[in-house]
Structures are given as structure tokens and as C-alpha cells.
């Protein structure tokens, strides 16, 4: 599977922002699908993930609920991470990563098979 991130850039605080991440090369559908971000001098945490198994479940960090938005569109095989209201400690490279046949969202990088190149997104107060 392969995943490309995109959608990043500099922004102000309190606008909004959307990333993409198209995947290619094996059943959309079946993945889960997570995004991450790495903060300058910090390590790489979860941000938020998407999987369909009898529906569709999702979990968010709680620095991001009610602020960040994760869906997918299975038809174009594309996860998206919807910013709103971004704040300064959002700015980190973000990054989109899959694994095959999981039933449930989990924040454990290692869990993680395929992952994305970066994108960085950088906001301004």
C-alpha cells in the first residue's frame, strides 16, 4: 500500500486547513487509516483514525476533538483530516499511515504497517 499525504501549509490561527491522503495498492476499504503529527523536538503521536468494520468508528486525541474532522471516501480510496479553529501547537509534519484488516482505531504507532511522507502544516498566531 502506498500513501500520499498532502494539504499542508502555513496558516493563521483560527483558520482551517484540509489534508488528503490517497492510498494505492491494495483494498481501500478494509484499511485503517490514522494520521499523525510530529511537532518540532517532539515525538511522533496520533492524531486521529478511521475505520470501517460494522460502520464506521473513529477516535481523536483530545487536543484535537471538536476541532478536527477524519473521513475517507472509499470510491477515491482518500482518508482526509479536516482543521478547524488550528492553533499554534497544531504546526507539526503530519502524517497519514494504514494498516490491513484492523476492527478498531488504534493510537499505537507501531501497529501501523504503511506509512506517507509528511506534510507540514504551519500556523501562525
Known amino acids: 500500500v502506498q500513501l500520499q499525504a498532502s494539504g499542508g501549509g502555513l496558516v493563521q490561527a483560527g483558520d482551517s486547513l484540509r489534508l488528503s491522503c490517497s492510498a494505492s495498492?491494495?483494498?481501500?476499504?478494509?484499511?485503517?487509516m490514522g494520521w499523525f503529527r510530529q511537532a518540532p523536538g517532539k515525538g511522533r503521536e496520533f492524531v486521529a483514525g478511521?475505520?470501517?468494520?460494522?460502520?464506521?468508528?473513529?477516535s481523536y486525541v483530545d487536543s484535537v476533538k471538536g476541532r478536527f474532522t477524519i473521513s475517507k471516501n472509499n470510491a477515491k480510496s482518500t482518508v482526509y483530516l479536516q482543521m478547524d479553529s488550528l492553533k499554534p501547537e497544531d504546526t507539526a509534519v503530519y502524517y497519514c499511515?494504514?494498516?490491513?484488516?484492523?476492527?478498531?482505531?488504534?493510537?499505537?504507532?507501531?501497529?501501523?504497517?504503511?506509512w506517507g511522507r509528511g506534510t507540514l502544516v504551519t500556523v501562525s498566531s
Open positions: 478511521i475505520v470501517s468494520w460494522s460502520g464506521t468508528r473513529t
Open positions: 495498492g491494495g483494498t481501500f476499504s478494509a484499511l485503517l
Open positions: 499511515a494504514a494498516d490491513r484488516w484492523r476492527t478498531s482505531v488504534t493510537w499505537d504507532e507501531k501497529e501501523y504497517e504503511f
